[in-house]
């Protein structure tokens, strides 16, 4: 089955700078890969996803990029502020009814 | 995006004993989800809940253990039986929306201790 590796585990910045979270997945099939925000005491909150039929996607602050040769995409979010502090989660699936395999989470804590 | 309620937020139970969560969405979805996210840790899916048929339970979780309903298009219920202090954990439900499973929105959670 699918497995996603998720690094770094924890990622301290200071605000205003930019963060960067990596994950890897291990199915060449898999091609729907959705980022959470994770706020304490909260469900996962869909922050943005992307399809493998494209490389990189932005919704302002934050984008995701895709490779698929080298089967890893990641999550970068500029000009962090304080309320971005949160665990992220990146997952992998194959689309359509497929399931969905998480990476383990990084916590990110911006510094004011 | 829908919007997921679920019910109880937060509950303290005793060992040997069951407890049924609620999953209540505003509009219909194909399909339902359930997750336990153990302290600190990620998302493991316990199964997925189908309007009409039984729930497809994935590798390590059993129907005694994680019984499902899901009576129509907006409700699904998950009942967390002859519980053990192990099964401490957040308990959250999602849905699919859009094409097929994706994408999944969740809930907040159900927060369980068992003492």
């Known amino acids: 089955g699918e497995n996603v590796e998720q690094h770094p585990s924890t990622l301290s910045v200071q605000e205003g700078d930019s963060a960067v979270i990596k994950c890897t997945y291990s199915?060449?099939?898999?091609?729907?890969f959705p980022w959470y925000k994770q706020e304490l005491g909260k469900g996962p909150q869909l922050i943005i996803d992307i399809r493998s039929n494209v490389g990189e996607k932005k919704d302002q602050r934050i984008a995701v990029t895709l490779n698929k040769t080298a089967k890893h995409f990641s999550l970068h979010i500029t000009e962090t502020q304080p309320e971005d502090s949160a665990v992220y989660f990146c997952?992998?699936?194959?689309?359509?009814?497929?399931?969905?395999?998480f990476g383990k989470g990084t916590m990110l804590l911006v510094s004011p | 995006s829908a919007v997921i309620s679920q019910k109880p937020s937060r509950d303290i139970c005793q060992r040997g004993t069951s407890l049924t969560i609620q999953c209540q969405v505003d509009?219909?979805?194909?399909?339902m989800f359930w997750y336990r996210q153990q302290p600190g840790q990620s998302l493991t899916l316990i199964a997925t809940a189908n309007q009409g048929s039984e729930a497809t339970y994935e590798s390590g979780f059993v129907i005694d253990k994680f019984p499902i309903s899901r009576p129509n298009l907006t409700f699904s219920t998950l009942t967390v039986s002859n519980m053990s202090p192990e099964d401490s954990s957040i308990y959250l439900c999602?849905?699919?929306?859009?094409?097929?499973?994706?994408?999944?929105?969740f809930g907040d959670g159900t927060r369980l201790s068992i003492l």
């Open positions: 997952a992998a699936s194959q689309g359509g009814y497929s399931t969905l395999t």
């Open positions: 999602s849905v699919g929306t859009g094409q097929g499973n994706q994408p999944q929105h």
């Open positions: 199915d060449s099939a898999s091609n729907y």
């Open positions: 509009s219909q979805v194909t399909m």
